[in-house]
């Protein structure tokens, strides 16, 4: 699957709205191995919500990937290094880091660096951690 092709000549929103199936089975593959993942659960929330023309704000994505109570799904990708899960982790917050992209992108807030290095190159990372995940 090419996801750079599939959603790039989309809208932002509609790209995320293909995201969510991305991330729900992401989830799956999560809770296979840690059924309590309420940070990946947020994500895809966040991700459907937005793609539903929700009215969200980039620093709320920026939350979900790096809380101020450190957990976000880049604190559970950290705990799950060498576990079966480790692969789910990354690839779920390579989606949420490109749906935070496309947000602060729509809003014109001031964009933190880290996601400012996001672009459509991410949908290529998301393609092989996702063929990682077979």
Not at 22 to 49: C, K, Y
Not at 50 to 68: E, K, P, Q
Not at 107 to 120: A, F, K, L, R
């Amino acid at each position: 699957m090419k996801l750079r092709a599939e959603l790039t000549d989309l809208p932002p929103r509609e790209q995320a709205r293909h995201l969510v199936a991305v991330a729900a089975s992401l989830i799956a593959h999560i809770e296979r191995t840690e059924p309590h993942a309420p940070e990946a659960e947020a994500a895809l929330a966040a991700i459907q919500t937005w793609g539903d023309g929700g009215r969200l704000t980039g620093r709320y994505f920026a939350d979900l990937i790096y809380s101020d109570d450190e957990r976000g799904t880049l604190r559970r990708l950290s705990e799950a290094a060498g576990k079966p899960s480790e692969d789910g982790w990354n690839a779920l917050t390579t989606a949420t880091m490109y749906v935070a992209w496309l947000v602060y992108q729509e809003t014109g807030e001031p964009m933190p660096s880290d996601v400012n290095e996001v672009g459509e190159d991410s949908l290529d990372l998301l393609d092989e951690q996702l063929a990682k995940l077979g």
